[in-house]
C-alpha cells in the first residue's frame, strides 16, 4: 500500500471514532500492527449492547459486496460486521446486513 494511501485510510479511522464518540457511542481505533486476520476491525464499537466490527475505506471505487465480505471474514462470532466508506468530498455511508440493522433496532426497542 502506498504511504498516501495508508495515510488516507488512517485518518479515515479517525474520523469515524471521533464521530462515533460525538454521538456518545463507545468507538476505540484498532492497533494495525498485526494486520488482517479474525478480530482486527479498523474500529471497535457497540450499539444498544451489540459489538461492531466496523472496517473503514476511504476510496473513490469501492467494491462493497468484497468490502463486507472481508467485515464478515473477520468478525469473530456475536459481532456484527459493518463498512463505512466514503469518498473524496462525500458523506460517510454505512453498510451492514438488513438482519444485523433489524437486530440492533429492536435491541433499542425501536421495533
Known sequence: MKRGSK???????H??????????????RNDQIFKNGKGNPDISS????IPLH???????RLNVQEAMRQA????TENVLP????RRNYEKWMITLRLKDLLEILSAKKVL
Open 7 to 13: 495515510r488516507k485510510g488512517t485518518r479515515g479511522e
Open 15 to 28: 474520523e469515524i471514532e471521533t464521530i462515533l464518540r460525538s454521538y456518545g457511542i463507545r468507538a476505540y
Open 46 to 49: 457497540e450499539l444498544a449492547g
Open 54 to 60: 466496523i472496517e473503514v475505506k476511504r476510496c473513490e
Open 72 to 75: 464478515e471474514r473477520d468478525a
Open 82 to 85: 459493518v463498512v463505512a466508506h
